[in-house]
């Protein structure tokens, strides 16, 4: 009973920020991503009668503690769903992201884990099936199952049988890239989970946020049918802007930034001045997510690489959805 599934890991135009049921994961907005081809998590789960317990290996080191049980965790929902809760599974997963430093690794790693265990246990699920089952592990991963633009609805049911992620726009609709700019490969010290509790439970600009989400998705999913890169790439960064000023403002106050995520900010900002149309986004972490087009590929990555701190530039085209191996 052995799987292998591929997912990429998404970064959201519209940001999830925030939840309203902590067990399920259910979230306070929708939120509205883009599959990127150059992350990506590859995993095969091989379900084993003789195990006592499950066995975790990432980039071929054995993992326990809080990361271990998780996976355990996400797991014991799949082995209920099939109704063999004895069963347990041996995971290898590999993953082409740097883990935990804003490039949303449980993204890809949660939507192939839930693609192969549920493969490897003997379940076919749907992709809408698939996603619901995701958004229990992470909840970004939801808009993994699918390729190029997803949205990842909220819903509105207490059991959150409608909060799953639907497809926008595939990876072939609109050749928009997308550079990610590293900055460090360290350990964030607030945790996205962490972080959001904290917003939600403190920050007085928390309830504009949310007010302000409806109407930029609604413009957003206009500009990407149309495929109009200036009002895509200035609603993308000022709906980053919004959810980072909501850490600013909880208590006790917190950034993902450091010092260069603010000169690529800057940088970025400049390269408009100057005729080269590009935007930024940033997830829960310090490093930067540049949008721009393919014709001003090479005068991108080239500022980028200059700026004093910036530790590589890694390019990417819209990414595809789940696919087994």
Request: proline residues 4%; neutral net charge.
């Amino acid at each position: 009973m052995k799987a292998t599934a591929k997912a990429h890991t998404n970064i959201a135009l519209i940001k999830y920020w925030g939840k309203r049921d902590e067990a399920l994961i259910l979230p306070t907005n929708s939120s509205l991503s883009l599959t990127l081809d150059g992350f990506f998590t590859t995993t095969t789960v091989d379900f084993q009668a003789n195990l006592t317990r499950d066995q975790f290996m990432l980039d071929d080191e054995p993992v326990e503690g809080e990361s271990y049980q998780r996976v355990s965790n996400f797991l014991d929902i799949i082995r209920t769903m099939a109704g063999k809760e004895n069963l347990y599974a041996t995971v290898h997963s590999k993953n082409d992201v740097p883990t935990a430093a804003g490039f949303a690794s449980s993204a890809s790693g949660f939507a192939a884990l839930a693609a192969a265990g549920t493969k490897a246990i003997g379940m076919q699920l749907d992709n809408q099936e698939l996603s619901r089952l995701t958004r229990q592990g992470s909840g970004s991963a939801s808009r993994s199952i699918y390729g190029g633009f997803a949205e990842w609805e909220m819903g509105g049911k207490t059991d959150g049988s409608d909060s799953f992620a639907v497809p926008v726009a595939p990876a072939q609709h609109w050749d928009i890239r997308v550079a990610a700019v590293v900055l460090s490969s360290t350990v964030k010290k607030v945790s996205s989970r962490a972080g959001m509790k904290r917003t939600v439970e403190t920050s007085p600009f928390y309830s504009g946020w949310i007010d302000s989400i409806p109407k930029d998705l609604r413009e957003i999913k206009d500009a990407i049918k149309t495929k109009d890169f200036e009002k895509t790439g200035s609603i993308a960064e000022a709906n980053c802007l919004k959810m980072h000023a909501t850490t600013l403002a909880a208590n006790p106050p917190f950034t993902y930034w450091h010092d260069t995520t603010m000169r690529v900010m800057q940088t970025v900002q400049e390269m408009r001045e100057k005729g080269i149309p590009a935007y930024f986004t940033i997830d829960a972490g310090p490093n930067v997510k540049v949008l721009y087009l393919p014709e001003d590929e090479g005068k991108v990555k080239e500022t980028l690489r200059t700026i004093p701190g910036v530790t590589d530039v890694i390019l990417s085209k819209p990414g595809q959805g789940i696919s087994y191996l």
